[in-house]
């Protein structure tokens, strides 16, 4: 098979993860926690520590590192932690608890999160993930996290795609924002105790990497004050990066507007590898796109395909019909139909792959949207006959209201209306099985990295993975780095400190001085227009060379002849999205050369080029089984590639069927 991105990147020396323990995998991650060397508690006070997000991932870890002893540094753009998007979450989390007694174990939950993702994550890391999982419950829970209880009072579980048992906690339709709530109390002890400081309203915008060679290390970060526009210069003995997933690089996508890969990318152009960018997850069960008008899309809970039943009209002439009207023989059940062991249940890229095609067939319903009808329906007749209306409410209310708050439409009376969106990101900065990036000193935790997802994440797994990163995880790695610590003393007049600071000062005089005629926010839609059109669903040798020449086109343009008002004293919308929007094009374009050189279809990363007979995802493992680690090898210079193979020993590479 042809290499079709041949001439786009340069190839780079394989990639092995040092890290990573051998041996029984169920005894891997306790062998690694014993190895890795202790940090006595007088010796924690003289080492610092800084973490940029204050999302699940983020806020744990500075609560977990904060008690420990260390002195914490935690940054947020939000004008609280309690303002990171993990609050917008909510479906639930998955654990291995097995309460519903119906088969789930933690090599089961290993085994579907490795097929979930199709084959393209580390075995080590997924099982690691399953094992912490049964410690997060039991940690939340005494938080006082109001997960939902049974009649007798234990906790109560539901059902996610992908999977055939029940094992995801949940608090109706809002276990993010009570998850989140849970850890930033935890964060607001360490606080109120001393170990943790927080700085809000502050975006990191460079990573400061000190020493060459083998000997550098990531020692802190510059960031400006957004309320005043100071640029200010943080030091520590190590950094941590828990800065969520670059989902808006689509501009519509079901994430808060303010999320961005700026911390992320800073860090790669550093010297931090790009793992698998291309890795985009499409949530099934989104709002649809109303008109251009929009800037970002709602995400309606996959646990609404517990009890709604998703179906089209057999014949593209009953489209335009109130479904109501619509017989029970006129209906296409086709998740039911295609799928049947799994039904409505199947994973997400399976189930957003399914609604695009019968759209694309002409079965789309709802109001037509640059003449196509983009919706399907999620039924819960069948569901209110058989519970009643008032069981529906126990379990989806906050959802069902906030749906008719947007559409106007009862959901009660009528189906509702989905449709696939961008909604979390597989890919992000490589780290090893200690969570460490390429960078010595960098850690990288929750949806900014790339580890234990492959190519599609199962619901209910994005709180899972921050919490076993925040709480479980970092702070028994973390220590074997620290253990050497502290590191040499350094000032704001050192080299690489006035180096940063220079290259920031200097980009955001570039957006105040250019005084272009296009408004920042056209060429994001204009970016993510292109991502969606090309690198999105569905995706093509010719398109994504057709992407990647558009996008280096937008990337000239934008720095010659982007408008951006006001000043840098003070608070800049305007300002803070210009440099957001000048990450993301670059970041597209590497997601392009990426999905451009991964000539197979995996999780929702269809190309063309390769499917089944009856048109399902065909990958190819001998070729493609490898984890891409991008190294940005400078400024109008085509990526390294760094392939780190993925091995399998304790399950087994297959194609993937929920039939």
Known sequence: MTDDAVGYYTPGEPLVDTKAPEGPIAGRWQDRKFEARLV?????????????????????AAATLGEAGYNVKSFCYQDSPRR???????????????????????????????????????????????????????????????????????????SFGGVQVSRTFYARGQTGQQLLIGAYQALERQVAAGTVETFTRHEMLELIVVGEGEGRRARGIIARDMVTGAVETHLADVVVLASGGYGNVFYLSTNAMGCNVTAAWRAHRKGAYMANPCYTQIHPT???????????????????????????PKNEADCDKDPREIPEEDRDYYLERIYPSFGNLVPRDIASRAAKNVCDEGRGVGPAVEGVRRGVYLDFAAAIERLGRDGIEEKYDNLLDMYERITGEN????????????????????????????????????????????????????????????????????????????????????????????????????????????????????????????????????????????IRTLKDDFWRNVKVLGTNESLNQSLEKAGRVADFIELGELMCIDALNRRESCGGHFRTESQTEDNEALRHDDLFAYVAAWEFAGDGEPPVLHKEDLTYTAIEMKQRSYK
């Open 411 to 550: 959901p009660y009376e009528v189906p509702m209306r989905i449709y696939p969106a961008v909604h979390y990101v597989m890919g992000g900065v490589w780290v090893d099985y200690d969570l460490m990036s390429t960078i010595p000193g960098l850690f990288v935790t929750g949806e900014a990295n790339f580890s234990d997802h492959g190519a599609n994440r199962l619901g209910a797994s994005a709180l899972m993975q921050g919490l076993a990163d925040g709480y479980f995880v970092l702070p028994h790695t973390i220590r074997d780095y620290l253990a050497d610590g502290p590191f040499e003393t350094i000032d704001e007049s050192h080299p690489a400190v006035v180096e940063a600071r220079a290259s920031v000062q200097q980009r955001i005089q570039h957006f105040l001085d250019v005084k272009g005629t296009r408004s920042v926010d056209s060429y994001h839609r204009e970016l993510g227009n292109i991502m969606w059109e090309y690198c999105g669903m569905e995706r093509t040798e010719d398109g994504l060379k057709k992407a990647i020449d558009l």
């Open 84 to 158: 990171a998007h993990s609050i917008a979450a909510q479906g639930g989390i998955n654990a291995a608890k097995n309460y519903k007694e119906d088969g789930d174990s933690v090599h089961r939950l290993f085994y579907d999160t490795v097929k979930g993702g199709d084959y393209r994550s580390r075995e080590s890391n997924v099982y690691r993930l399953a094992e912490v999982s049964t410690h997060i419950i039991d940690q939340c829970v005494a938080q006082g996290v109001p997960f939902a209880r049974e009649y007798g009072g234990l906790l109560d579980n539901r």
């Open 286 to 312: 989104c709002i649809p796109v109303s008109g251009a008008h929009q800037s970002k899309l709602t995400l309606m809970s996959e646990s609404l395909r517990n009890d709604g039943r998703i179906w089209v």
């Open 40 to 60: 006595n508690p007088s010796n924690r006070r003289k080492l610092s520590v800084i973490i940029v997000g204050t999302g699940l991932a983020g806020a744990s």
